[in-house]
């Protein structure tokens, strides 16, 4: 089965804890990159003054390469775990996938 990519986007304040979780499912996710993006658009919650003024939210993005089901799986554990944490996901296939050593 081919490696697909899932995507997820978070607040801030949850990013942390759903890095702690991912880390405990090596089995699931050997490996992940996170990345502070800007959330914009009429979808992202702004609540802060701060970002009322900017017009975006700051967000954590994560990335995680891995077979579908495992990713389904990951999924199912933030369910799970984190029923209320406005976490947006996406997952895509990933054409090729290696590494430059």
């Known amino acids: 089965m081919d ?3 899932l995507t997820l986007v978070m607040p801030p304040d949850v ?3 759903i890095e702690d979780l991912l880390l405990e499912h090596a089995e699931l996710v050997p490996g992940f990159g996170s ?3 800007a959330g ?3 979808a992202v919650h702004l609540a802060e003054p701060a970002e009322l003024v900017s017009g975006h ?3 954590v993005q994560i990335q995680i390469v891995g077979k579908l089901p495992a990713m389904h799986a990951v999924l199912d554990i933030l369910r799970q775990q984190f029923p209320h944490a406005n976490v947006f996901y996406w997952i895509a296939p990933a054409l090729e996938v290696g590494r430059i050593a």
């Open 57 to 59: 939210a700051p967000r």
């Open 3 to 5: 490696d697909v990519l």
């Open 40 to 42: 914009h658009g009429s």
């Open 35 to 37: 990345t502070q993006i």
């Open 15 to 17: 990013a942390r804890r």
